[in-house]
């Protein structure tokens, strides 16, 4: 049990193009969903805590204008990169929480590259 | 703020034997939860251990143990028995209980190698 999927794996974009990435819980309804970039070699940073059918909260340092996150329901989550930049190339990680829980649930990651 | 140290940014074992991996954190929050998760090189966050601040006893998951002290703000991880599929990362992470947006906040990481 619990879960979480990504679409896509990989995906390879061209400057200035968005690109949205898919998390879904796949057997547990998530109330939140977490999005994480990851630099090689680094840690996960945390960029935004979304919660089904409102807005999504962004860490400081985080452009909300560019990162748009979308929580419609309570097994999918989408983050979509706008106007991409070769910069944002990276490992994009989603997780997900249950309702009765304080875990998370990873997905298993993607990686954007912006060329 | 919460912050979480892991000092240590790579380490090797032999196949078979021991390793410790530290963890120190700064909080001050008496009630927490503590994670270790393994991302191996497929990336895929897999939690290894999880040790809830109120309880005395360390956690315990069949070759992995913690060692948590809470006066010291210390919760260290011990790999029994290393196995070849024990290489991966290893990041510490921290969770402050009853917060609403259960967050998690993680070290930098360690990079461990299992010797063959």
């Known amino acids: 049990g619990a879960v979480v999927s990504q679409h896509p794996s990989r995906v390879i974009c061209k400057s200035g193009t968005s690109v949205k990435i898919e998390c879904r819980s796949l057997?547990?309804?998530?109330?939140?969903m977490f999005w994480y970039r990851q630099f090689p070699k680094q840690s996960l940073m945390l960029m935004a805590t979304?919660?089904?059918?409102?807005?999504?909260?962004?860490e400081q340092g985080v452009e909300k204008d560019k990162f748009l996150i979308n929580h419609a329901s309570l097994t999918l989550s989408t983050l979509t990169v706008t106007s991409a930049h070769p910069e944002d190339s990276s490992f994009y990680i989603c997780?997900?929480?249950?309702?009765?829980?304080?875990?998370?649930?990873f997905g298993p990651g993607t990686r954007l590259t912006v060329t | 703020a919460q912050t979480v140290t892991q000092s240590q940014p790579e380490m090797s074992v032999q196949e078979a034997e021991t390793v410790t991996l530290s963890c120190t954190y700064d909080?001050?929050?008496?009630?927490?939860?503590l994670f270790w998760y393994k991302q191996p090189p497929s990336r895929q966050m897999i939690l290894v251990i999880r040790?809830?601040?109120?309880?005395?006893q360390n956690a315990t998951e069949n070759r992995f143990s913690v060692n948590f002290q809470k006066a010291a703000k210390s919760f260290s991880l011990k790999i029994s028995d290393s196995q070849l599929g024990d290489t991966a990362m290893y990041f510490c992470?921290?969770?402050?209980?009853?917060?609403?947006?259960?967050?998690?906040?993680f070290g930098t990481g360690t990079r461990l190698k299992v010797l063959a």
């Open positions: 997780s997900a929480r249950l309702a009765s829980s304080y875990e998370q649930y």
């Open positions: 057997d547990f309804q998530a109330t939140t």
């Open positions: 979304s919660n089904e059918g409102s807005k999504a909260t962004y």
């Open positions: 909080t001050s929050e008496n009630n927490y939860y």
């Open positions: 040790q809830e601040a109120y309880k005395q």
């Open positions: 992470a921290f969770m402050k209980h009853n917060e609403g947006t259960y967050k998690y906040i």
